[in-house]
């Protein structure tokens, strides 16, 4: 089967750096995205990793551990427009081609 | 250069009735993606669209739902006889042949049953 977890709620501080993990169980597994979306509007891409490592991008960064089914996404120097939910999504392959399957979200909340 | 779109963006329907939601993927984009999002809840797969042809409808309730993606025109996914438990936001996503890991995602319908 297929499982993803994410912590439901988190709280942290302007200008502080936060990390939301992810974990997850897959078969086929063909990579692992991380989306931002405010609430009342669409998911929008932050990152994308299929190899082991950390994938920096400006403020924000992403981290994939195939090994151990984990992935973190790492935000510093917050603002308060981070404030949003977070979603993992795994790719995996079954059937014939690709499927996205998501996590619940991590609702992250920041504060002056 | 516009993105995916959806309308309406948001539907209110009684019990009983029919809600139809359409998709027009981002120019040049031949895959469709329809996701449910309940309140609180992430996103959940539903149907898997190319044109004209329904690749993987595994996520879809067996009864009431239905979605298309004809030849010409936008993708539409049908809800008959909407019941309270059909209230959420669907969002849409198209990718380009070949390229699903590059889905873009629309802002969404919000289907209010009441």
């Known amino acids: 089967g297929q499982n993803i977890d994410q912590p439901t709620e988190m709280t942290a501080t302007e200008g502080a750096i936060v990390q939301i993990n992810c974990t997850y169980q897959t078969s086929g597994f063909n990579g692992l995205f991380w989306y931002q979306q405010h609430a009342g509007e669409a998911p929008t891409f932050l990152s994308y990793n299929v190899l082991d490592g950390l994938e920096e991008k400006g403020r924000f960064s992403s981290f994939l551990s195939r090994s151990k089914g984990y992935s973190y996404l790492l935000l510093k120097e917050l603002q308060m427009k981070d404030s949003a939910s977070y979603l993992c999504a795994v790719r995996g392959f079954s059937g014939g081609y690709n499927k996205l399957i998501f996590g619940a979200g991590t609702r992250l909340a920041v504060h002056p | 250069n516009a993105g995916v779109m959806q309308n309406p963006r948001h539907l209110v329907r009684r019990r009983g009735q029919e809600a139809r939601l359409r998709c027009s993927p981002m120019?040049?984009?031949?895959?469709v993606y329809w996701y449910r999002q309940l309140p609180e809840e992430g996103l959940k797969f539903m149907v898997y669209l190319q044109k004209e042809n329904i690749i993987d409808e595994s996520g879809m309730p067996k009864e009431r739902f239905s979605a298309e993606f004809p030849k010409e025109g936008p993708s539409i996914l049908r809800i008959q006889q909407v019941v309270r438990g059909d209230s959420a936001a669907y969002f849409c996503a198209s990718s380009q042949e070949g390229a699903d890991y590059e889905q873009y995602f629309g802002p969404g319908t919000r289907l209010t049953v009441t």
């Open positions: 120019k040049g984009h031949s895959h």
